[in-house]
Antibody, heavy 116, light 108 residues
Framework: QVQLQQWGAGLLKPSETLSLTCVVF????????WSWIRRPPGKGLEWIGEVNHSGTTKYNKSLKSRLTISVDTSKNQFSLNLNSMTAADTGVYFC??????????WGQGTLVTVSS | SYVLTQPPSVSVAPGKTARIPCGGE??????VHWYQHKPAQAPVMVIHIDSDRPSGIPERFSGSNSGGSATLTITSVEPGDEADYFCQVWDGSSDHGVFGGGTKLTVL
């Protein structure tokens, strides 16, 4: 069973870029798909995108123009960059991993606030 | 894009059974996963692939996917089960994950 730990800046100004990183502890990094999910205040979970160990990505179409998800297999890490942040991007961001379409293990979450 | 529909809220008395539906077009052809999300915590997968329960999840949690709807069932509900519950599938046509809007389970 893998464990995930994430980090990154939690307070941003409008137009800045969000950068989050998630490190994976345990075996089988290459067996999983690594995802980012967010939950805005008062709303539900939103799937942001995923990457596999080869660097192949899939993105939510609504975020695709601003989004980059990358992987560093040498460090068992994957990262999210979301540019041109606005208040609508405020929420808790989670990293997660799964071996199929499900999300088996989750990071602890990072509260991201966009405010001038 | 694919849409999953859940009721915003379900209320149940302690010890009773809670059923949370999740609807979507031809959902029976998809694998449905369920997550429990409590405030200030990470979500937890409680059911995957329609009805499989991950290790560590109580047997009180079960899932089904037939008849045009997927359902999460929680028997002998406890106060600690109070949380938001989300269904999720992989949408092959758009090639990305999709969550239902979530259902807030209130234990009366």
């Amino acid at each position: 069973q893998v464990q995930l730990q994430q980090w990154g800046a939690g307070l941003l100004k409008p137009s800045e870029t969000l950068s989050l990183t998630c490190v994976v502890f345990g075996e089988s990094f290459s067996d999983y798909y690594w995802s980012w999910i967010r939950r805005p205040p008062g709303k539900g979970l939103e799937w942001i995108g995923e990457v596999n160990h080869s660097g192949t990505t899939k993105y939510n179409k609504s975020l695709k123009s601003r989004l980059t998800i990358s992987v560093d297999t040498s460090k068992n890490q994957f990262s999210l960059n979301l540019n041109s942040m606005t208040a609508a991007d405020t929420g808790v961001y989670f990293c997660a991993g799964g071996r199929g379409g499900e999300l088996e293990q989750w990071g602890q979450g990072t509260l991201v606030t966009v405010s001038s | 894009s694919y849409v999953l529909t859940q009721p915003p809220s379900v209320s149940v008395a302690p010890g009773k059974t809670a059923r949370i539906p999740c609807g979507g077009e031809n959902i029976g052809s998809k694998s449905v996963h369920w997550y429990q999300h409590k405030p200030a915590q990470a979500p937890v997968m409680v059911i995957h692939i329609d009805s499989d329960r991950p290790s560590g999840i109580p047997e009180r949690f079960s899932g089904s996917n037939s008849g045009g709807s997927a359902t999460l069932t929680i028997t002998s509900v406890e106060p600690g089960d109070e949380a938001d519950y989300f269904c999720q599938v992989w949408d092959g046509s758009s090639d990305h994950g999709v969550f239902g809007g979530g259902t807030k389970l209130t234990v009366l």
